[in-house]
């Protein structure tokens, strides 16, 4: 299984911007599914976005026209880029892959780092 680890978190005022980083030990070329997971407390862990094999990308709502994921396979590196952060936004974020593609099919990893806080506040 592959370790995730992720930075970038850190205190941003609204409407600030803060770029998440995601490095990954092993290559990212095959994973089906890179993305970011949030939690804040008390409540459950959400998906945030979901950048795909085939260059597809996905948000939740709340986030939509805000976040921007990428991934470089070559780097074995996935982003989360951040803009006009709100407070709501404040929780601990986290890289997720799901599976490796194989001409069977995908096989389950099921991948997680252990998270980079990002709070916005005045």
């Known amino acids: 299984q592959a370790q995730l680890r992720e930075s970038g978190g850190g205190l941003v005022q609204p409407g600030g911007s803060l770029r998440l980083s995601c490095a990954a030990s092993?290559?990212?070329?095959?994973?089906?599914?890179m993305d970011w997971y949030r939690q804040a407390p008390g409540k459950q862990r959400e998906l945030v976005a979901v950048?795909?094999?085939?260059?597809?990308?996905r948000y939740a709502d709340s986030v939509k026209g805000r976040f921007t994921i990428s991934r470089d396979n070559a780097k074995k590196m996935v982003y989360l880029q951040m803009n006009s952060l709100k407070p709501e936004d404040t929780a601990v974020y986290y890289c997720?892959?799901?599976?490796?593609?194989?001409?069977?099919?995908?096989?389950?990893?099921?991948?997680w780092g252990q998270g980079t806080l990002v709070t916005v506040s005045s």
């Open positions: 997720h892959q799901d599976c490796v593609i194989t001409i069977e099919g995908c096989n389950p990893v099921d991948a």
């Open positions: 950048a795909r094999s085939d260059g597809t990308t």
């Open positions: 092993r290559s990212i070329s095959s994973i089906n599914a």
